[in-house]
């Protein structure tokens, strides 16, 4: 009796050991179906992180490119408005140089009508057995006089010509130099817009 009982006894054990083996097994089975579903989970996880990461770098690619679009159509803009500047006081400038040579042309003509009259002048302050002040003779027989059609002008009308020929060049002067400083700043803008579009190329080709 008490070796069937245990011989019954070792069979129950055999049989439980079997059954929990069987159960191990399946375990098992479940185990490497839950690793593999997670492994293929990480895998998508981390190709879906790639795509991301590709997606930000894109994004901050574009958002680089559109930043410098918008500098460059900023660039475009000063060198347009620049242009008008310069235009504006290149035309300012034409008008004063123009005014000066119409000043220095009346101040020669002033002067030279003056240089004319002085003989007549002279001529008109001689007196009967006086020296004349030119060349100190006491004769006078033929002394000159004012050219027909001549002006009335004196030195203070000479002084006053002269005097507005010197304001025009002033005027004239200072238009220049505002020329210049709105051409060094188109040249400059020129400069700046040029070396933009470059680099936008570049980007263009990467």
């Known amino acids: 009796q008490t070796l069937k009982e ?5 069979d129950k054990h055999h049989k ?3 059954d929990q083996k069987t159960v191990l097994e399946a375990q098992a089975v479940a185990i490497t179906k839950d690793l593999g579903a997670l492994q293929s989970e990480i895998e998508s996880l981390a190709k879906a ?3 991301k990461a590709a997606c930000v770098e894109q994004k901050l690619v574009a958002k680089g490119v559109f930043d410098k ?17 310069y235009q504006k006081e290149k035309d300012r400038f034409e008008l004063a140089e123009l005014a000066y040579q119409d000043a220095e042309k ?4 002033t002067e030279m009508h003056w240089f004319s009259n002085q003989a007549a002048v002279l001529a008109a302050k ?3 057995e006086q020296p004349c002040s030119v060349c100190g003779s006491f004769e006078h027989p ?6 027909e059609g001549s002006l009335d002008i004196n030195q203070e009308i000479v002084d006053q010509t002269k005097e507005l020929q010197a304001q025009q060049f002033n005027k004239m002067d200072a238009s220049r130099a505002l020329v210049q400083g709105c051409l060094h700043s188109v040249s400059d803008k020129e400069k700046d817009v040029n070396k933009r579009v470059i680099a936008l190329a570049a980007d263009a080709n990467k």
């Open 6 to 10: 245990a011989s019954l006894l070792a």
């Open 16 to 18: 439980q050991a079997i």
């Open 49 to 51: 992180s790639l795509n």
């Open 69 to 85: 679009r918008k500098e460059l159509e900023t660039a475009q803009i000063d060198l347009l408005r620049f242009n008008k500047s």
């Open 106 to 109: 009346q101040a020669n003509r």
């Open 126 to 128: 001689l007196e009967e």
């Open 142 to 147: 033929n002394p000159a006089g004012f050219p």
